[in-house]
């Protein structure tokens, strides 16, 4: 690959544009949104193999697309398809691998995908990813430590870090105290990503007093956030917390505001779509999570299945943005428990349940048929065993007639740098 270099002037362009865009009113940025959905529609029609045949096998071409609800007539993708058609069908026919960056997702839902993208969208994604940290009480400027693999994208941008004062440190580095000392020495303003791996540092900062941090902004990004370690990491930093969703393919998706009353999406990159048995989901009602790219025409990505679940809301925040909002991401796909009778169910009550029980560190679910659940917990102290009967008998209540085991471990590893809250076993049927 040849190495392309990141044109400043052009990202100081999309950085003041997508910086006012945000303020605009809703109705503006629907209106925008629209049109660049369009327009990487008829892109990917006329220069994708892979979205030309799935629109041609339902007689289906751009101009019969006229309003939102017309989406759900055009076939998704997955990344299973995208992985077996990269490049030679699904890379645009008039761009160039080697005019691309080349990135791969981290592989901890499965194979890692790999995929190009333009130039130019990779500018707008830095920009955006920049913009949702800018929501918070970050400002451009002053330091940041990311907890994330540090090259994400496969090319030196050590520029942009210097320029942006941003420090990495490895989300897979087992030496949590080796971690704080880079912390301690760099001294940050926030601190930006993996949710387990922050909670493994607040977890240390707790019981080690000798920390000085001053950190006024913790961003957690890629893993489910739980209020419980929403609350460890804010005693533990005394900073303010703000959850942001997104993935390699697409950057930032939403992320929170200073008034933490929603996801604000990033609509000018990215459509959103909520769905629950083949329709959209009406507003507050929890389904899977569709995204369209709006900018990366080297490889689009059209209503793509995400394996996320979600939900819209439907009012405006305090803040005066105009991006609309969703709400926190509800867990993986793959993540849905099997009730006793076969049907999934979003598994949000079963963190509620574990998360109500007090003296639990850390959890897994494991669930390998519908009639049986492992439940594996790390305890902050001994749990009662009136406790334990409780948590059975609410997972009975929520799932049926399920056979239900508690086993107390000294810890869950985590995988790829991730931790996993449910893993289930059961092949779903799509
Ligand atoms: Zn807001």
Not at 124 to 136: G, S
Not at 409 to 424: A, C, D, L, Q
């Amino acid at each position: 690959m040849k190495k392309v270099m990141v044109k400043f002037p052009k990202l100081g362009q999309y950085y003041f544009e997508f910086r006012k865009s945000q303020w605009n009113c809703p109705r503006e940025l629907e209106k925008k949104q629209w049109k660049r959905f369009k327009a990487i529609l008829n892109h990917a029609y006329n220069h994708c193999e892979i979205y030309h045949r799935k629109m041609r096998s339902m007689n289906l071409r751009p101009e019969d697309i006229t309003s939102k609800r017309d989406l759900l007539k055009i076939p998704t993708v997955n990344k299973e398809e995208l992985r077996k058609n990269y490049p030679s069908r699904s890379l645009a026919n008039n761009f160039r691998l080697r005019d691309c960056f080349l990135a791969r997702t981290s592989g901890s839902t499965g194979d890692p995908l790999h995929f190009a993208i333009d130039v130019d969208a990779l500018l707008q994604k830095m920009v955006v990813n920049l913009r949702t940290c800018e929501m918070t009480n970050y400002h451009i400027g002053e330091k940041l430590i990311q907890v994330s693999p540090p090259t994400e994208l496969g090319f030196n941008q050590s520029l942009f870090d210097k320029l942006l004062k941003r420090k990495y440190i490895s989300p897979f580095e087992k030496d949590i105290k080796k971690s704080l000392n880079i912390m301690n020495k760099f001294k940050p303003a926030a601190v930006v990503g993996y949710t387990s791996f922050i909670k493994l540092l607040a977890e240390t900062l707790l019981k080690d007093k000798k920390y000085n941090l001053p950190i006024k902004s913790i961003m957690t990004t890629s893993e489910l956030l739980l209020i419980k370690t929403k609350e460890k990491i804010k005693e533990a930093f005394n900073a303010d917390i703000f959850d942001q969703y997104g993935s390699v393919e697409f950057g930032r998706i939403s992320g929170e505001c200073l008034e933490h009353q929603g996801y604000h999406i990033n609509s000018e990159i990215a459509l959103v779509e909520f769905i629950k048995d083949g329709e959209h989901c009406s507003l507050d009602e929890s389904g899977e999570i569709l995204v369209t790219s709006l900018i990366n025409r080297a490889e689009p990505f059209i209503r793509y299945e995400i394996g996320d679940l979600g939900k819209p809301l439907d009012y405006q925040c305090n803040c005066g943005r105009g991006l609309p909002l969703m709400g926190g991401l509800l867990g993986r796909l793959n993540d849905l428990l099997c009730s006793a009778d076969g049907s999934f169910v979003i598994p949000e009550r079963a963190y509620y349940i574990v998360r109500e029980c007090d003296g639990i560190k850390e959890f897994q679910i494991v669930q390998k048929t519908n009639k049986n659940l492992s439940i594996k917990l790390v305890e902050d102290k001994p749990l009662s065993e009136q406790s334990k009967r409780t948590i059975i008998r609410q997972f009975k209540d929520y799932l049926g007639d399920v056979k239900v085991e508690i086993v107390i471990v000294k810890e869950i590893p985590r995988e790829k740098g991730k931790h996993k809250h449910i893993k289930s076993l059961i092949q779903k049927k799509n």
